[in-house]
């Protein structure tokens, strides 16, 4: 009688598959294809695992059929990584920002609490001085919100977007403005600006602005 739980022997008759195959199987996968209405369609994906196969890839398209017949193609690709649609050297970004916000915001309590310490040695332009922290600290905030609908979405939010960019214009001609200010010596050594001062100041900021803004 024959063992029911005995294992069945192969049959020493029967072809093994040969393992070219079986690798070139896995080196040209088949995906399944959908026809719907006389459209076709299928997906897929791979993982790109190793830094040497970044950008290593490439899509073809043949036509086997007749070329009286017309046809469109649509390609929609996602470029994600496991836990983000950012980029490998992107996804530290959301981080690094927000720390750096935290940064300026405390730097400018710092300043704020020195300047109401020793009121008798303050100036305007030291007020002044203070904002810039604060302005800074809030374009970061906003770039990281940008950021972070990015890494969640793949795509920004264009309200976040436009608050983040004149925050970062404001940053940039207050910056500009107090540079300006301290080395015409107002506050330090007189208190009105002649006449060539505001022209200067008339011609430069603007451009200063412009340039911020096609960064």
């Not at 049959?11 to 040209?28: F, I, L, V």
Request: hydrophobic share 40%; aromatic share 14%.
């Amino acid at each position: 009688k024959a063992d029911p739980k005995a294992e069945p022997k192969a049959d020493p008759k029967a072809e093994p598959k040969p393992k070219s195959d079986a690798k070139e199987q896995e080196r040209n996968p088949c995906y399944p294809m959908l026809v719907k209405n006389g459209v076709a369609s299928f997906q897929f994906s791979f993982n790109v695992s190793k830094p040497e196969m970044e950008g290593q890839y490439s899509l073809y398209f043949h036509s086997c059929g007749e070329k009286e017949n017309p046809f469109s193609l649509e390609i929609y690709i996602t470029e994600k990584n496991p836990d983000s649609y950012l980029s490998a050297d992107e996804i530290p970004l959301p981080k690094l920002y927000i720390s750096m916000a935290l940064f300026f915001f405390i730097a400018g309590l710092v300043w704020v609490h020195i300047l109401r310490k020793r009121r008798s040695d303050v100036f305007k332009i030291h007020w002044l001085m203070a904002a810039l922290p604060f302005t800074k600290s809030l374009s970061l905030v906003f770039h990281t919100i940008d950021y972070h609908y990015i890494a969640t979405q793949g795509y920004p939010i264009e309200g976040w977007a436009v608050v983040y960019y004149i925050t970062h214009l404001l940053k940039g001609a207050l910056l500009f403005i107090t540079i300006a200010l301290i080395g015409t010596g107002w506050a330090f050594v007189k208190h009105i600006l002649s006449d060539k001062d505001k022209k200067i100041f008339m011609i430069v900021i603007p451009l200063q602005v412009r340039t911020l803004w096609h960064q």
